[in-house]
Each structure stands twice: as structure tokens, then as C-alpha cells.
């Protein structure tokens, strides 16, 4: 694996699924993630349990269909580890259709 230690990693839809456990791996590794979600109450846990395991982690609400959120958020990650290396936009949605429609997603 690349060596992530230290790499600051801002994660939205960190409260479950993908987002939570690519948090849990980043920390794990040595990054320092910024998880962003709408449940505070799960992200607030998703940290105590990164603490407890020796990362570090910090989180902060955030609502991706609000752009000025979504700034907040990454101005949160920037005032608590002075830069943001990675943002990983994992909040959205899928779009998808069937193949002989030919769509194509921009
Ligand atoms: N699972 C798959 O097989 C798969 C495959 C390909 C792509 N994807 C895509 O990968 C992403 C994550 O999938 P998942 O399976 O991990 O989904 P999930 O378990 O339902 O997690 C979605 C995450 O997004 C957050 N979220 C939803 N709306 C949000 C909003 N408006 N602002 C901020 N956060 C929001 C949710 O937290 P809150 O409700 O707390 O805000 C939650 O943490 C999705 O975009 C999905 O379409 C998933």
C-alpha cells in the first residue's frame, strides 16, 4: 500500500457504508480523516472508535446539496490539520440505466 501517513483525507457520507470504512482504513494506515455526514450521533461514534484504536479522526456535519456546507466542511478540515490532501466525495447517488440506452454519465 502507498504510504499514507499523515495524508489528510476529507471523507463525505462517512456515517455508513463505504464512507465509514475508508475512514476506518485510512485511519488505520496513519492518514487524518475528516469524516462529513448528516447523522452526527454515528459519526460522533465512528471517531470514538477510530480514537480508541490509536487514529486520529474528527467529524463534522455536513449536507453535500449545500454548497456552502460542503465549504465549511473542508474549511473545518483545513483549521484542524492545517491542509486537505484527498477529499473523497463518496455521498451521491448512482445514476444508473440500462445498457442499451447508451447514457453516458459527465
Ligand atoms: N454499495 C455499493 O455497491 C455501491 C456501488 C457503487 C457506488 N456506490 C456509491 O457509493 C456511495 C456510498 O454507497 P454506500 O453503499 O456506502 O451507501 P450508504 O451506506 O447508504 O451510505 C451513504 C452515506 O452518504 C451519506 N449521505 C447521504 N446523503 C447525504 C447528504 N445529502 N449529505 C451528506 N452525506 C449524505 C449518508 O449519511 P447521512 O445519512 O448520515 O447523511 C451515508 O453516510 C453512494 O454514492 C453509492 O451510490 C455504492
Excluded at 25 to 48: F, P, Q, S, Y
Amino acid at each position: 500500500m502507498v504510504n499514507i501517513e499523515n495524508k489528510v483525507i476529507a471523507i463525505t457520507g462517512a456515517s455508513s457504508g463505504i464512507g465509514e470504512a475508508t475512514a476506518k482504513l485510512l485511519a488505520r494506515n496513519g492518514a487524518k480523516v475528516l469524516l462529513g455526514a448528516r447523522r452526527t450521533e454515528k459519526l460522533e461514534k465512528i471517531v470514538e472508535e477510530i480514537h480508541a484504536s490509536g487514529g486520529t479522526a474528527e467529524f463534522k456535519a455536513v449536507d453535500v446539496t449545500d454548497r456552502e456546507d460542503v465549504k465549511a466542511f473542508i474549511g473545518f478540515a483545513k483549521d484542524k490539520f492545517d491542509r486537505v490532501d484527498v477529499i473523497f466525495n463518496n455521498a451521491g447517488v448512482m445514476p444508473l440505466s440500462p445498457m442499451n440506452a447508451l447514457k453516458e454519465w459527465h
